[in-house]
């Protein structure tokens, strides 16, 4: 059974900075990609980060630069520093386990947890 857990999530003011973690279980973790999803009030979920199993990331544009996800196999843990924080990054951070189909790394949906919020006030 695919357990994941995030933790890290809280209320910081504009410019402050935040640590998620994802704790995996389940899975054969060194050998998946891992994300960091996001999904504010309102909006469809958005894709934020990934690191492959090889240690290759990615970023989306909003939080390039400002962003670092980060991975530890031995523990199964994946990480999320987010630096300078927006008010627009206020969403509940997922982490997923993805899943290739074709060419392109797309979510697992039988794998969210249960999120963890994130409130960057102004």
């Known amino acids: 059974q695919v357990q994941l857990v995030e933790s890290g999530g809280g209320l910081v003011q504009a410019g402050g900075s935040l640590r998620l973690s994802c704790a995996a279980s389940g899975i054969i973790f060194s050998a998946n990609t891992m994300a960091w999803y996001r999904q504010a009030p309102g909006k469809q979920r958005e894709l934020v980060a990934r690191?492959?199993?090889?240690?290759?990331?990615g970023y989306a544009d909003a939080v390039k630069g400002r962003c670092s996800i980060s991975r530890d196999n031995a523990k199964n843990t994946v990480s999320l520093q987010m630096n300078s924080l927006k008010p627009e990054d206020t969403a509940v951070y997922y982490c997923?386990?993805?899943?290739?189909?074709?060419?392109?790394?797309?979510?697992?949906?039988?794998?969210w947890g249960q999120g963890t919020q994130v409130t960057v006030s102004s």
């Open positions: 997923n386990s993805e899943r290739l189909v074709g060419l392109r790394f797309v979510p697992n949906d039988d794998y």
């Open positions: 690191i492959t199993r090889g240690g290759v990331t």
